[in-house]
């Protein structure tokens, strides 16, 4: 069982309560979902193929991440998430922006790591992703809707606007 803390859309932490993955979460209340984008020191950033069983299985993502366990900070999240889904040990890594998706339930805090990591040592976690490959800034802008999932980080990354 996944143990999340809830927040309210201000990005306060509401104490005493927990949310559980799997669970509708009620009105009003929201989980925490860290992205981190990966750029190397030679200006390529790294795509991740989802995995074909999951949601969206076989497109590209341009960052990792996923939901911060209950009592993770976002940027503990976002180091773990990237480490499990690329083996990549964030050790530049800042938080660029923050989204609320009242939709969703979910507040996204998005984070970029500059990174050298050895471009082909990257791993996969297992469920998760399938596949990576590193592309430049023009590939990555100019990915379709049908080939890149979320383009949710762009907006905080001057270089990546159109």
Known sequence: MELWDAYNENFEKINNLTLVRGEKIPEGLFHLVCDVLVKHSDGSYLLMKRDLNKHHGGLWE????????????????????????????ATNIKEV???????????????????????SNISFQKGETIAYKWVSKDTLINMKEDELLTRRIQQFIDELHH
């Not at 341009?62 to 990237?82: F, I, M, N």
């Not at 998706?101 to 507040?107: A, F, G, P, V």
């Open 62 to 89: 341009a960052t990792s991440g996923g939901s911060a366990l209950k009592g993770e900070t976002p940027l503990e999240c976002a180091k773990r998430e990237l480490f499990e889904e690329t083996g990549i040990v």
């Open 97 to 119: 922006g923050r989204v609320v998706e009242k939709n969703k339930n979910s507040i996204y805090v998005e984070f970029i790591c500059y990174t050298n990591w050895h471009k």
